[in-house]
């Protein structure tokens, strides 16, 4: 069993930087691949950006990739999401969740992950 809490959001700029935070509870949390999802009003859930269990290997959505970065410190049971150049169509409840112990690679699929917290409203404005 993992919980996440996530913090950091808040209303920025366009052009911008936020930094997301996602505490986990529970011992094993450097066992789970992590990832950030988000959902803007009237639109799905969408993944955008994953990291493996070791920190190892990242996956970014295409509309974020060279703006964010996704890293953890297992030492504190803690995965961020830097967000840079930040744009009004950034907007959303962002997510953070826990995938399934040590899958080899990023799952990008909503579906594939097992804990969930309660997100993080991001606004940015024009």
């Known amino acids: 069993q993992v919980q996440l809490l996530e913090s950091g959001g808040g209303l920025v700029q366009d052009g911008g930087s936020l930094r997301l935070s996602c505490a986990a509870s529970?011992?094993?949390?450097?066992?789970?691949?992590m990832g950030w999802f988000r959902q803007a009003p009237g639109k799905e859930r969408e993944f955008v950006a994953g990291?493996?269990?070791?920190?190892?290997?990242?996956k970014y959505a295409a509309s974020v990739k060279g703006r964010f970065t996704i890293s953890r410190d297992n030492a504190k049971n803690t995965v961020y999401l830097q967000m840079t150049s930040l744009k009004p169509g950034d907007t959303a409840v962002y997510y953070c969740?826990?995938?399934?112990?040590?899958?080899?690679?990023?799952?990008?699929?909503?579906?594939?992950?097992?804990?969930w917290g309660q997100g993080t409203q991001v606004t940015v404005s024009s």
């Open positions: 990291i493996t269990w070791s920190g190892g290997s990242t």
């Open positions: 969740a826990a995938d399934s112990p040590r899958r080899p690679v990023v799952a990008d699929s909503r579906y594939q992950y097992d804990y």
């Open positions: 529970g011992r094993t949390f450097s066992s789970y691949n």
